[in-house]
């Protein structure tokens, strides 16, 4: 087994960066803004940092410390920390991470077309049959895999480059990219006549529309939007120096994770109010892929200066598609660089085709294999099923059993502390282990609980 050294992060912009980007991807663009408008505007907000704050990022601090402390990936963790019975925890992330990248270099894949169309201007009419063509496209048994190789071919170039010259240096252009391309929407749509009616339908706090779902929706966009229980936050705390105050970079991602949700559904949002209003028919508010690939592109049809924000938002989408799946990526190159002690180079290589296996079969699933159906889903839906509901719900579960009752309390406090030089005062220091061996475990509990159920 390799030594404890390990290639890491040079800087901490860097690391804010890299978790920051891990974190932010589809869902944001495409779950939270639609979330937020059914579910009271801001008083899903409310609710959702509530949980944020209890659940998401205990849960986020659970992983980040683990990976740090046993510098190594999720499989080899409870190895490294003297309790080689835990490591079916690993087990449950890895097998999460594959899925999550079966059906995500998909939906990458979708996002370099829809780019490569708006470059192109092809979304001027708004006339034109949009859902009529992503059916057609994504059924296509050729394009969208195409498409899907060349995403994963970006995504392991990346991760050719190794930890400071590859996932660092990218975060830190690509990230900060997407906020200002996000922010440029955002601007755009609220300048949108009717846009105010669609502001007011995203922020405004109606409690009359908050329910028990709201409250599951809130806790389960909070844990899955950080990426939790695929093993990225853990390999990329392994990359981390000892320096690094967890609780702080951790807070500082979902603050950044939070605030680009709230952009992401001013510029979304907005702007279908506006053009319906416009066009004097109802705001259709969709999420998923309908509403990124369907209704969005009529709205850019059907807006002035449409062109120029329909290449800015797809970039915005292809960007955080992309730092996403870098992170879930590396968590499988970690893998396979620690259990076999292959060089970075062949783990990349042997990593890119274990992801093409299930992305093909998901890609396929929406045209010839359509007919395939394991529990009444295809395999796209499958993959997404498993994985955000079982195996990174009983991965991040388990860290947390792990953290807070298996390791001692002072080898938590030790690595929270950084060895006893961060400045953090003791009392936030014992809440957030309270956080981490109480209350974190009940939610995450409460995810899987509400899933099984209904």
């Not at 870098?326 to 968590?331: G, L, R, T, W």
């Not at 009983?394 to 502390?417: C, V, Y």
Request: glycine share 8%; hydrophobic share 50%; proline share 4%.
């Amino acid at each position: 087994m390799k030594p404890f050294s390990r290639e890491l992060f040079g800087s901490r912009f860097g690391v804010l960066m890299a978790l920051a980007g891990s974190a932010i991807g589809l869902g944001n663009l495409w779950r939270f803004p639609y979330l937020t408008a059914q579910n009271g505007g801001a008083a899903f907000i409310l609710i959702y940092i509530v949980l944020l704050l209890l659940v998401s990022i205990p849960t986020m601090i659970t992983e980040y410390l683990i990976g740090r402390r046993s510098r190594t990936s999720i499989i080899l963790t409870p190895n490294r920390l003297g309790h080689p019975k835990m490591k079916f925890i690993g087990i449950f992330a890895i097998i999460s991470a594959i899925c999550v990248m079966g059906f995500y270099n998909v939906v990458g894949g979708w996002t370099i077309k829809y780019l490569t169309s708006s470059i192109m201007l092809q979304f001027g009419s708004d006339t034109a049959d949009y859902a009529g063509q992503f059916s057609e496209y994504i059924s296509s048994p050729y394009m969208p895999l195409i498409h899907t190789f060349i995403f994963t071919g970006l995504i392991a170039f990346i991760s050719f480059k190794g930890v400071k010259k590859g996932i660092e240096k990218a975060s830190k252009i690509i990230t900060p990219t997407l906020f200002i391309a996000t922010v440029l929407i955002a601007i755009r749509a609220i300048t949108l006549p009717g846009a105010y009616e669609g502001l007011k339908y995203l922020l405004v706090p109606d409690f009359s529309k908050v329910s028990i779902d709201t409250i599951q929706n809130a806790l389960g966009q909070g844990f899955f939007t950080l990426g939790l229980g695929a093993g990225t936050i853990l390999i990329y705390g392994s990359y981390t120096k000892s320096d690094e105050n967890i609780t702080n970079s951790s807070i500082s991602t979902a603050a950044l994770d939070l605030f680009f949700a709230i952009v992401a559904g001013i510029a979304i949002i907005p702007a279908i109010f506006a053009i319906s209003y416009a066009n004097g028919s109802t705001p259709t508010l969709d999420a998923g892929p309908q509403l990124v690939f369907v209704t969005l592109p009529s709205v850019f049809a059907s807006m002035p200066f449409g062109d120029i924000v329909a290449i800015l938002f797809f970039f915005s989408l292809a960007l955080a598609a992309l730092t996403s799946a870098m992170s879930i990526f590396e968590s499988i190159t970690a893998f396979i660089i620690d259990v076999t002690e292959k060089s970075r180079d062949k783990a990349v290589y042997i990593g890119y085709l274990i992801c093409l296996i299930p992305a093909t079969f998901c890609s396929l699933s929406q045209g010839v294999l359509s007919d395939v159906r394991i529990l009444g889903l295809n395999i796209f839906d499958l993959l997404d099923m498993l994985s955000a509901n079982v195996f990174m719900t009983l991965a991040s579960l388990f860290l947390l059993i792990f953290a807070g009752w298996i390791l001692k309390k002072e080898d938590i406090i030790d690595e929270l502390s950084n060895h006893g030089k961060a400045t953090t005062p003791m009392w936030i220091l014992n809440t957030v282990y309270i956080l981490i061996k109480y209350v974190a475990p009940l939610g995450v509990a409460a995810i899987f609980t509400y899933w099984l159920l209904f």
